[in-house]
């Protein structure tokens, strides 16, 4: 399978890539590693006429800790961010993304970007409250927070002409974390997905918790109702199974060659059970 | 729509060439420079047979575009042998067996050899783990395994051959080999 035609260029400085961007208009892409894009151009479902590809871009990658923040550049691959576990429930998210090939291609910046619900980071954003900036050709920067990144199925705030520039998410230290993700095959997406991260109050109990889901609506979603099941309660056993029966309130998971929505909200229900005792055991 | 002009080495030695931005690197290899050990499976980024080292990392090339090959160094399973002498990981699977029909093995070999780069002595579950991105159509895995778990008793089964063009220095003298002249 090949690409339509397309243009292409490589600029050397973030300002002309938003300009290349800007100039080739709704039908320009940013390419960072490819690998959301370049297989949906393959099967001809994106056909944009301009590629800006963004690989000799200086500054846009690396980690770097920043006050309660781990500032991440958005052409940081998961492969970067699997090798870091300091930082937490990105690095143990970032090493069940895909195969170790698509790991090394692949970056934070696209997968937040394209905005696909089976995608595994943007649960990881949603649950960590993690916010990204984005920049326009104008000189206009504004920060969005996870909450309203994603609008929709592969639709974020990302308009054409627009780059992110900086990913930050909270380290939320002393929180305990884990990542569950349910395939049918090893480098599959996740027919489900469930990010939870646990804070323990000093008697034990739960100070606070977030749970958010890939893979169960048009965007990743945060499971309030869970969390507001458990938060002040007790942190046990029992508590976290009663609070995961509610995993699959609010939700719209899309039936797909892989599940029924039923059985992506039974795997809903089950995988957040085993994400918050693993985050509150860890 | 205009070609874009490349300049990348592959297997240690340098090619200048026109591109369309549309080609894969995999064609690139194939069609174009004659290296024909990489193999075309899926097309899909789930098979892994079309694995090379991009600067010195694992990556399928049917979703990488020639363009993105820029300025860097690409080894395919036609680099890793020094002369007559089998890489180390090679010779693990001539003695295990780790093949069947052998479409799978220069993707296997490639995956393996970056695998034990970045875990010298992993066990059996990481090597599964590690290979996940490779798939064998005649579900012969346990040699592979068995292969890779052997190829880490040697203590170069990491190295990333052909050293580059620009990792030591030594391109000015390469041969610069112009398209069709590389393989």
């Known amino acids: 399978m090949i690409p339509a035609h397309f243009d292409y260029v490589a600029p050397a400085s973030l300002d002309e890539a938003l300009r290349a961007l800007a100039d080739g208009g709704e039908d320009a892409k940013p390419l960072a590693g490819g690998h959301s894009l370049l297989p949906l151009m393959k099967m001809r479902l994106a056909v944009p006429t301009l590629l800006v590809d963004l690989r000799r871009l200086e500054g846009l990658r690396g980690i770097e800790r920043e006050n309660g923040d781990w500032r991440i550049g958005p052409l940081t691959r998961h492969a970067d961010l699997q090798r870091r576990a300091d930082l937490g429930v990105v690095a143990q998210t970032a090493a069940l993304i895909a195969d170790q090939q698509v790991r090394n291609r692949g970056t934070i910046g696209g997968s937040l970007a394209h905005g696909d619900p089976a995608s595994d980071l943007p649960a990881v954003l949603a649950a960590t409250e993690g916010r990204v900036t984005i920049r326009d050709a104008g000189g206009g920067s504004r920060t969005v927070a996870a909450a309203d990144l994603f609008q929709d199925y592969l639709t974020t705030a990302v308009g054409p002409g627009e780059l992110i520039t900086e990913v930050r998410i909270p380290a939320l230290d002393g929180w ?45 979603i945060r499971a309030t109702a869970v969390e507001q099941a458990l938060r002040g309660g007790p942190l046990d056993d029992a508590a976290i199974a009663a609070a995961a029966e509610h995993a699959d309130e609010g939700t719209d998971p899309p039936a797909d060659l892989n599940a029924s929505a039923d059985y992506k909200r039974h795997l809903a229900r089950v995988l957040t059970r085993r994400a918050l005792q693993r985050a509150a055991g860890s | 729509m205009s ?34 050990g990489t193999h075309v499976g899926c097309d899909t980024t789930s098979c892994g047979a079309c694995t090379v080292h991009l600067d ?97 008793r040697h203590p170069h089964a990491g190295r990333i051959p052909a050293p580059g063009v620009s990792a030591d220095g030594a391109g000015a003298g390469r041969e610069l080999a112009q398209e069709g002249l590389g393989a």
């Open chain 2, 56 to 152: 010195g990392e694992s990556v399928k090339s049917c979703t990488v575009l020639a363009v993105q090959a820029d300025g860097c160094e690409v080894t395919t399973i036609e680099g890793l042998a020094d002369g007559d002498a089998l890489h180390p990981v090679q010779e693990a699977f001539w003695e295990d067996h780790g093949l069947q029909c052998g479409f799978c093995t220069p993707g296997m070999i490639m995956r393996a050899v970056d695998l034990l780069a970045h875990d010298p002595d992993p066990t059996e579950e990481e090597i599964r783990r590690g290979l996940e991105g490779n798939l064998c159509r005649c579900t012969g895995y346990h040699n592979i395994v068995r292969a890779v778990k052997d190829a880490a």
């Open chain 2, 3 to 36: 070609e874009v002009p490349v300049r990348l080495s592959v297997n240690g030695r340098t090619h200048e060439v026109d591109v369309e931005p549309r080609l894969l690197l995999v064609h690139l290899l194939r069609d174009r420079l004659g290296l024909t």
């Open chain 1, 176 to 220: 305990g974390h884990a990542y569950e993700k349910f395939t049918r095959r090893a480098e599959d997406w996740a027919m489900v997905g469930v990010c939870a991260l646990v804070k323990r109050a000093p008697d034990g109990s739960c100070e606070d918790v977030r749970v958010a889901f890939t893979n169960m609506a048009s965007t990743p």
